[in-house]
Each structure stands twice: as C-alpha cells, then as structure tokens.
C-alpha cells in the first residue's frame, strides 16, 4: 500500500480508537504506536510515514520526546480537522458500500425473475450466468463453501430405482436441510444444462419440460438458498 493508503487506515483507526458508538468522545482519544500497529497491522516504519503526512497536513497531534524508537512519537490523536476528515471518509465508504450493496441486491432480484419466467430454453444459460456469477461475487466467503460442501449429502437424492417418480420422494423437513437442497438442484441443472427432461424429469415426470421447470420453481424456489454472498 501506498503511504497515503496508510496514513487513511490510521485515520479510521485513531478516530474509532477505544469508542462505542454513541461515544461523545469519539475521535478524541490518544492511542500509543504499539496499539497502533497492532489495531492496523501495519509496521513501525509505515505508521511513521503516514503519522508524518498526517502531521503535514495538521490532521493529528503528536507527541514526541528525543530518541524514541522504534516510532518517531509517543502517543498521538486526531486533532478537529482530523476528526471531521475521518467522519467524512467512513460516511462516503458507508455510502459507497449502501450503493454496492443495492446494485448486488438489483442484479439478483434480476436473475430471480428470469428464473421464474424460464422455460427450456433459457434455464439452462439463466442458471449457468446465475452461478457464474455467485462464484465471482461470494466464491471465497464461508457461507458460499459451506452450500457448495453441503452438496454431498444430496449427491443420491431422490434415491430410488429409475421407473420411481414424483410421489417416492420427500422433502426435508428442516429449513436449513431444504435451502442446501435447493441449492444442489439448481445448480445441478445449471451444470448439467438441464432443460427439463433430466433432473427435472426425475422428480415431476411430465412430458411437458416447461412444466417441470415451473413445478421445480414451485417447489424449490420459495427457499432463499441463491443470494449465498
């Protein structure tokens, strides 16, 4: 990172330092440069180096005695210009991730409906996009890892002999167990560029394979398992 990334980091950090949120004296507190680097990770000679373009530009106050090592102060704050500065920082990151957040949120309302609307010509691409797409956004959070392992205990489901359809099968009866279920459906589907005469055919048996996929919607859909992010 650059020093003025740094000297940002230290910013949020000294005004956030030792406060609850309804803290009067937020941003006022002093905060030694051992606390310092083990609240930011940074190390002595990068906290120095933004502590002094923190101090150029008046947003800190520092202070110091003769040979201190291995940080040029001992102890420091915000000063007032600093602390509206860092207020305005963490409001526009807060607004930035507000608008992140909605464009996500607007992207998989979007998938959602076309999802509803398909037929056996477009689910396979919706699915294949929709899952491309929760690999890009969540693929390294935990609770996209914990979908994605829970896909084993459904690697036999329904079970059964091959000529069993619709009425051999059952649900699970736990929330948890059903969102995981519905998971592994649709993105068995997507991997398998299920178009209703597969999977689906499995389970609802209809020669119609546009209404297969509007009973797996029927069925599975209602379960919040796709936003994993």
Partial sequence: ??????????????????????????????????DLTEATGLEPRK??????????????????????????FVALKLSAEGRVTAEEL???KNEETEDKMTAVKQDY??????ILRAD?????SVLNQLFTKLEQDAGKTEKYQYYEKARK?????????????????????????MKTLAYDIY?????QNEAGGGLLFTLFANRNLNVNIKKCNQTFFASPAFVVG
Avoid at 153 to 177: A, C, H, R, V, Y
């Fill in 153 to 177: 205990k459904w690697e036999n489901w329904p079970g059964g002999d091959g000529g069993s359809f619709g009425p051999t099968w059952q649900l699970p009866n736990e929330i948890e167990e």
């Fill in 47 to 72: 906290i120095n180096n933004a502590v002094e373009l923190l101090e150029d530009n008046d947003l800190v106050i520092t202070v110091k005695v003769l040979r201190s090592r291995p940080y040029t």
């Fill in 109 to 114: 309302e979007l998938f959602i409906d076309r």
């Fill in 90 to 92: 963490l409001i526009e």
């Fill in 1 to 34: 990172m650059t020093i003025r990334e740094d000297s940002i980091i230290v910013l949020k950090t000294l005004f956030n330092w030792g406060t609850g949120p309804d803290d009067p004296k937020k941003g006022r507190y002093q905060i030694r440069g051992e």
């Fill in 120 to 124: 056996q010509i477009t689910f396979p």
């Fill in 187 to 191: 993105k068995s589907c997507a991997e």
